[in-house]
């Protein structure tokens, strides 16, 4: 079993800042693809973004330029530091990863719980 454990969030005002973490833990022997997700209220959850194993990222365009996510995979951590918060970035944060159990098992993806981001004055 592999549990992601998010941290993070909370509230903050309209142009300031937030580092979200996310760390992986359990049955793991390697991880591939990690990112970030959310869901606003009323709404789908969507992609944030998304780094590969060999530091390529991927970047939804609304927070391009402001938010930047990264791994360090001696952690089993992936971060997503956020700068210039907007009240539409307001929402729960969920991490995701695709783990792999054994060197031959099959690519599993797993969920974080999600942590609350409020941007508001």
């Known amino acids: 079993q592999v549990q992601l454990v998010e941290s993070g969030g909370g509230l903050v005002q309209p142009g300031g800042s937030l580092n979200l973490s996310c760390a992986a833990s359990?049955?793991?022997?390697?991880?591939?693809?990690m990112g970030w997700y959310r869901r606003a209220p009323g709404k789908q959850r969507e992609l944030v973004a998304t780094?590969?194993?060999?530091?390529?990222?991927n970047y939804a365009d609304s927070v391009k330029g402001r938010f930047t996510i990264s791994r360090d995979n001696a952690k089993n951590t992936v971060y997503l530091q956020m700068n210039s918060l907007k009240s539409e970035d307001t929402a729960v944060y969920y991490c995701?990863?695709?783990?792999?159990?054994?060197?031959?098992?099959?690519?599993?993806?797993?969920w974080g719980q999600g942590t609350q981001v409020t941007v508001s004055s």
């Open positions: 995701n990863a695709g783990v792999r159990s054994t060197p031959r098992g099959v690519e599993r993806y797993y």
């Open positions: 359990g049955s793991i022997f390697s991880i591939n693809a």
């Open positions: 780094i590969s194993s060999g530091g390529r990222t």
